[in-house]
């Protein structure tokens, strides 16, 4: 027996549902609803028709036009290689620092150079070119072998300490653990951080002075300010490769370290080369 009674307010049969005395009237769906159903029906077959859909076992249907998103974005980035081939061939061209004079190469540069930056760089320099311990910060004013824009293009291009470069840019600090004793070790790391910041020991750095000026002052300058013809940094900016205080100094003093960075010039080119030095440089840090 159908549960189906017809509502008598409206006259309409029910679906013979029920939820706690309330019964479902069996009205029909809206003439538009339903064509527009059959139309989305519609629309699927013949898309499926028109265009790639089906999966067969080691490829798929093609569909009538024959249209591939990769075919279409095969030409776009064909399309780009053309408009940007006309750059390529002026940056190759032309000097880094022509380069940064003209506003069209400039912009062209420091977008390809932000997009090399990310695929070689950020693996040591940081996504932000912050660098970290050991890392230089790419930000800053500080730069160990010169922060102009040909001078960039040289470090990045032959390296740093990189042996299978013959241009590379190279300085060894010797280790003064077996010049030095013990209590020289800490009087020139007080004298040291002191250029900059507060010491533990203010005794120490007088004396420190002196072995600095014995032992340190040729490479890194009477004035600490360091010296980039050999890659020496500046001691008296508060800016630290490996580590500040006291204890750190003196643990670089006793054995440096000294990092080795690749040389990019014969992997990616000349124009890849000046199109990074221009990114680095636009960071704001670059020396005029």
Request: aromatic share 10%; glycine share 10%; with cysteine.
């Amino acid at each position: 027996m159908s549960d189906k009674q017809v509502d008598e307010i409206s006259g309409v049969s029910t679906t013979g549902h029920e939820w706690d005395g309330i019964r479902e009237l069996d009205n029909p769906m809206p003439r538009w609803w339903v064509w527009t159903f059959y139309a989305t029906i519609l629309w699927a077959l013949l898309y499926a028709i028109a265009y790639p859909a089906w999966p067969l076992l080691t490829s798929s249907t093609q569909g009538f036009l024959g249209f591939s998103s990769r075919s279409e974005v095969r030409k776009d980035l064909a399309a780009a290689d053309t408009a940007r081939s006309g750059y390529m061939a002026a940056i190759k061209e032309t000097s880094i620092d022509d380069i940064l004079a003209d506003d069209q190469l400039r912009s062209v540069a420091v977008a390809a150079g932000g997009a090399a930056f990310k695929m070689n760089c950020v693996q040591c320099h940081g996504s932000g070119a912050e660098g970290s311990q050991g890392f230089p910060n790419l930000n800053d004013d500080d730069w160990l072998w010169g922060g102009t824009a040909e001078q960039i293009r040289q470090t990045v291009a032959h390296g740093i300490r990189f042996a299978k470069d013959g241009e590379t840019r190279d300085s060894i600090m010797p280790p003064f653990a077996d010049v030095l004793d013990g209590e020289q070790i800490s009087q020139v790391s007080a004298f040291i951080a002191g250029l900059s910041g507060p010491v533990k020991n203010v005794a120490l750095v007088e004396p420190g002075k002196e072995v600095f000026a014995q032992n340190c002052a040729a490479c890194h300058g009477d004035d600490a300010k360091g010296n980039k013809e050999m890659g020496a940094p500046d001691l008296t900016d508060a800016i630290w490769l490996y580590g500040a205080g006291e204890e750190a100094i003196a643990a670089q003093v006793r054995t440096p370290r000294a990092g080795v960075m690749p040389a990019w010039e014969a992997r990616l080119g000349d124009a890849a080369i000046k199109e990074l030095a221009a990114f680095v440089y636009s960071l704001g840090g670059g020396e005029k």
